[in-house]
Structures are given as structure tokens and as C-alpha cells.
């Protein structure tokens, strides 16, 4: 399709259609969206639902295409996705905001993971595909509006999700809303709350928004104002997050929130670092031209992997947390660098075990014996045979930090092997960096003679 024949239906294209191409284009969805490579058939899905098929009309190609900005259509859309694809009935009022892209999310499956959504809308969207994907999710679903608050306890009810789903009308002046009985239960604690803030602070910064973007919208913005408009914007309501997080700490592993513009992500790193928290995740996400981004962090210890901490958008680099991962090539084979870190780890009293399948070490280090000074100590305890130097780490129940370290083939015709160790769980990064750099040595010493 040309470009100009692109512009005369904007707003009128099929859901597949992309606009353009690349690793950051903005038709580029999230790789676990289920649509991403496998785009609904308007077709199909008008002949199934009745009510979908007056929506849907045909290029002179016979490609089937509904107008994006007709909120008829897209609320009948979403209806017929979730029908279709969640077994989710829903009813939603034209004036708020109505969800494009669908979750799907992988969590354990043998305990209960309590989860909060702020602001959850007329909709429930979230909290219901969120229980209706993963069977052991509960959800505690907050907003201030009483009519969103009414057709979400409806929308809970109609799908017989009441037990697992607790809608309540936030009337305090918190973001996170929690009574004294859940906060004094130390036997409750979230896995996450979510949250998509007001992106606006005023309904004129909201229309400069709209006037300033590169290119028409193709769909639609719905959306009460209550949802598209807050005192202070989205980077207030984050913060007020951030703050209230300060208190709860570890009452909730992860916090997170979508974002709206980019700059907001750049002010809310910034806020993050100045209360010293290092762990913290950032990620896009793209549905056809719109652009959103997304913004987590945690006062645990657990790490996330470098695939979802660190962000793939060159906007983004420096927003990114430091890197929880570090990787070595080794010109020697697989076995050889199995063989010698089996022995290095007994040595370093670093606790292993072997996954032969995924070819990996996972292990955990409760005492630091790799340092220049824990050498330095114990060659000296070992010399004058006395107790009486002071300890410089010693050993606890608690591990210093948790790794993994991965072999994987990098060039077989040289026969080189790529060393991959990642931190996964810990508080100190200097320990775990002290030891990768150690490991690191150690290994090119030993196979440095290969090359």
C-alpha cells in the first residue's frame, strides 16, 4: 500500500497492517502480546459475533477493516476479543478508557500471588484477564470514580470472578489504598500493583499533546476526564507512588505503572536514584503508532534478567539500571570451561548445581573468598596458625548473592564457547562484580594459552 493511500484511510486500516518496520518501529507490539503474530480476522470474528459484523467493512481488495475511530467500533472490537480469545464478557461505558493490547503474563502456579490495580476503571480489564490467564492470582481493584466503581463490581459479577477480585472505591487521599487489617497482616504480601496514571495534568497540556503529534491518530481516544487528567500529570501520580512505596517497602515485591510520555520516564529514574534504589526495570511497548512505556521497582533482592531490565530502545539507554549481567568468550570448548569452574567453585566454597539440558550452573555464595583481602587473610591465618585476626566476611545462613553462569556454543569453526554469568538475586553488587571479575581472571588465565 502507498503511502498516499496509507494516509486516505488512516483511522480505517486493518489490525495487521503496519505503518512501519524495525527493531523500535512503533508497529512493533510486545513479543508476549498474543496478536503479534497472529492479528485477529476481522472477518471472521464479524460472521461469529452479530454485533461486530455492522463495524466492518472491505478495501476494494476484500481486505476486511474497521474504523479506529468510531468508539463503537473499537469497544465492539475489544468485546469480541475478549469474548472470543478470554471467554470475558464485559460492559463498558463509550467515555472511558477502553484497553488495546491484551496481557498475558507466566507466574508460578503453586501459591496465591496477590496483586493491586490502581485505578482500574470502568472496565476491571486487568484484574479479570489477569485471574482469567493465571488461576491462582487475586486481585484488590481500586478507583476513585463511583460510576467506574459500579460498572466494574458488574463486570467482576458477570464473569463469577467476585471471590478472586475485590473492587473498593478509594476515598483517601493514597494512591496505594490499603487497610489496617492487610498492612498488620504480615502473612499478605503483593506480588505487584499496576497502574495506568492520567497522563495529563491540565485539559490544555492534553490538546497540545494531541496537536503535537507527527501523525494523526488511527484510533480513537476514550476516556473520562478523571482518567486522562490529574493535578500534576502522570509524573506526580508516579511519584506519590513512589513515596507511598517508601513506607510499604517489601508489603509489595514489584511496583510498576505504565507511562505516556518519555520524558516522564527520564524524571521518575531520576526520583529512583535518589532514594537509592537500584533495582528497577524499564520497557516499551508499541501497538500500532502508539508508543507507551512501562516503569517497575522492587526493595527485594531478587534481580531481574538483563532481557527485561534493560530496554532494546536506543531512547531508553539511559534510563537503564545497571547491568545484572556479564558475559566472556573462552576459545576452548564447553566441557573444558565445566570441567574448570566445577573445580574453581569447590575452591571458592561456592555452593553449584548442574542443569545439563540448559547447559548452566546455578549457585549461591554465602562467604567471600575471592577478594584480594580475603586471600590476604586467610594466607596469613594460615601461616601464624592463631585466631586472632579479625574476620573480613564471614559466613551466614543468608547467601551474599545467587548467579547463574551459561556455556553456549559462539563460533564452531574456531571453537570458541560464550561464557554468560548473571546475577539473580542478592543486595551488594559490588561482591557479585568482585567475584565475576575474579571468575573472569581465573578463566582466561586457564585457557588464555589456546588462543
Known sequence: MSTSSTKGILGKRSYSENVTTGDNAPGQMHPRNRYRNNPPDFAVLAFKYSSFYPFVHYTKEGKPYIDFKNPEAVRELTYCLL??????????PLDTLCPPDLISSETRQDRSVYAIDIGTGASCIYPLLGCTLNKNWMFL????????????????????LDHRITVINNKTDKKIMLSDEVLSNNSIKFAFCMCNPPFYESQEQYEKG???????????????????ITVGGEFQFIKDILEESLVLRNKIRWYTSKIGRLETVNR????????????????EFCQGQTRRWGIGWSFGTQRPSTSISQPSSKKLRKTAPPKTEFCVVLPTSSDNIKKFLKQLFDQLEVVVQWNEDSYTFSGSANINTWSRAARRQRMMKTDCQTESSTTVTTSTDESLFEFTCNFEPWNTSINTTKVTISWTNGKDRSIFESFYVHVKKKLEQEFS???
Open 449 to 451: 594459552a589456546d588462543e
Open 83 to 92: 469474548r472470543n480469545d478470554f471467554n470475558l464478557t464485559l460492559n463498558i
Open 141 to 160: 481493584a481500586t478507583d476513585i470514580d463511583e460510576r467506574s466503581i459500579e460498572y466494574a463490581e458488574t463486570n467482576v459479577l458477570r464473569n463469577n
Open 268 to 283: 521518575i529514574v531520576r526520583e529512583l536514584k535518589k532514594t537509592g534504589i537500584d533495582n528497577y526495570v524499564v520497557t
Open 210 to 228: 494531541v496537536e503535537m503529534k507527527h501523525s494523526p491518530s488511527l484510533s480513537v481516544c476514550t476516556g473520562a476526564s478523571h482518567e486522562k
